[in-house]
């Protein structure tokens, strides 16, 4: 596929560069180049699997094993991925003097370990994302407020396998958002609050589709700001972006982002 082309990335970096505060919003795409599969398209989960049967509230009841073991599939398939170059850029650049904040509907972790191998032995905060449909490698209880951390791999064949809540007995599900549930309305005004301060809002590798993630850019316009936009697809929002960038975040995002002058100097 042909990227973008120079004069088209030098005016994007232009505007980055001329950027006080962004905002970027990530999905899916973004960790595709690392191996995990994105949600629309051609090869992606909902092409083969039934977001009914698999992540709601209704099919968990109906059957937590199934749901599980289509959950513990992906952590195994996740757990085996490593950021990549785009996830590198990102960090870097949040971890820079700008002032950047991540806002994400990946629940992969990948961000949060991109942002700790760049930041070795600093703070990695700067560069941690907003999660806002959750985490694939948290657990919280169906019945209590309990919920931990949660990277190991977990027993799905029969329904005594299920991990249960160690305070009140309950099963434990995945820490994610599904259809039909609301976001934690702390994360999401946060992310609409970073969006409505930023100067420009960097969204790469989602289908703008979902909503109320796919609002976020949009707050950021109403609010004066501007919309650069990486995917190799068009999308709903590429009319609305400044600039939209053709090709993979991977490949474009380190080309963008590396180096750019801090403001004002
Ligand atoms: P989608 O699967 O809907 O969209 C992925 C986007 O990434 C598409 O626009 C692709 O063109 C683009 N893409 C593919 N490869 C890419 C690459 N190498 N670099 C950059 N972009 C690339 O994923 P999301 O938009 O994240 O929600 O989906 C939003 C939500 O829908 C997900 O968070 C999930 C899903 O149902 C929940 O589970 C609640």
């Known amino acids: 596929m042909a990227g973008p082309d120079a004069a088209e990335l030098d005016r994007a970096r232009g505007l980055l560069a001329g950027a006080d505060t962004i905002c970027v919003l990530t999905g899916a795409g973004v960790s595709a180049e690392s191996g995990v599969p994105t949600f629309r398209g051609e090869s992606g989960l909902w092409k083969s699997h039934s977001p009914e049967d698999l992540a709601t509230p209704h099919a968990f009841r109906r059957d937590p094993r199934l749901v599980w073991e289509w959950y513990e599939w992906r952590r195994e398939t996740i757990r085996a991925c490593r950021p990549n170059a785009g996830h590198g850029a990102l960090a870097r650049l949040a971890l820079g003097s700008r002032r950047v904040r991540i806002v994400t509907q990946n629940v992969d972790g990948l961000h949060e370990e991109a942002a700790r ?11 941690l994302p907003l999660e806002l449909h959750g985490s694939i490698f948290r657990v919280r209880c169906t019945s209590c407020s309990y919920r931990v951390s949660h990277r190991h791999p977990l027993r799905t064949e029969t329904p ?22 609301s976001l934690d309305p702390e994360i999401l005004s946060e992310a609409f609050r970073v969006a409505r301060e930023a100067d420009l809002c960097l969204v790469a590798g989602t289908s703008a589709l979902v909503q109320p993630a796919a609002s976020v850019p949009l707050a950021t316009l109403d609010a004066g700001g501007v919309v650069v936009e990486v995917n190799p697809t068009e999308t709903p929002l590429t009319r609305l972006a400044r600039i939209s960038l053709r090709g993979p975040s991977g490949e474009i995002l380190p080309g ?10």
């Open 117 to 127: 191998k760049v930041a070795g032995a600093g703070d990695p905060s700067p560069a």
């Open 160 to 181: 005594e396998d299920l991990p249960r809540c160690p305070l009140c007995s309950a099963l434990l599900r995945p820490d994610v958002v599904w259809f039909g549930e």
């Open 256 to 265: 963008l982002l590396d180096g750019l002058e801090t403001p004002g100097t």
